[in-house]
């Protein structure tokens, strides 16, 4: 995980959501050249350890590259919140996802762990549908089961964006999926 921290103390700012926003996109489109048009950014909100305060996260060709948490607020048991004096930018992202993108690979575990999904794509005798793929990467962000309403539609969503049926979607990506779970899995050997 790469990541950027900055710390806003009350009197001494630094900077913080317009501009780091503003430096992701750049080290996105300028840095690796990647076309805005490939690039989506949801808008969530954070919390954890007392903190809160709105996040930014952001995809490419369907794919988290990272996320933007902005620490504004402190938060109590009984619901209240209290800004912060020191307002922290947390922006974490994926360093397995780099050469992702530029490789331009249907997923990042295809670089990431090129040996091991070599082995057992060759073991279980499975292949990559690169054309399903390659098709459905940009949409996959849409397939949040904590966001989505209805992960059904999500699917059938998808399916009517790329002109492919779901059924036909699912059996591309399904074999798959299960490799790059065990392949993630690996990092904690």
Request: aromatic share 14%.
């Amino acid at each position: 995980m790469c990541g950027n921290h900055v710390f806003n103390y009350p009197d001494k700012f630094v900077y913080f959501t317009e501009e780091v926003v503003e430096f992701n996109y750049r080290y996105l489109t300028e840095g690796f050249g990647i076309d805005p048009v490939e690039i989506t950014f949801v808008e969530d909100i954070w919390a954890g350890g007392g903190n809160l305060g709105p996040s930014m996260e952001y995809f490419v060709r369907g794919l988290e590259v990272g996320n933007m948490v902005f620490m504004q607020y402190k938060t109590f048991h009984d619901g209240t919140i209290e800004e912060l004096p020191i307002k922290v930018i947390d922006v974490g992202i994926g360093l397995e996802r780099l050469p992702w993108l530029v490789n331009g690979s249907s997923t990042s575990y295809v670089d990431v762990f090129p040996s091991a999904y070599k082995y057992m794509t060759e073991t279980l005798s499975i292949e990559m549908n690169d054309h399903v793929w390659s098709k459905v990467g940009p949409y996959t962000c849409r397939l949040d089961v904590d966001e989505a309403e209805s992960i059904e539609k999500v699917w059938n969503d998808i399916s009517e964006l790329i002109g492919m049926d779901v059924k036909t979607v699912k059996e591309a990506m399904a074999p798959l999926r299960d490799i790059f779970i065990i392949l993630d899995h690996t990092r904690s050997a």
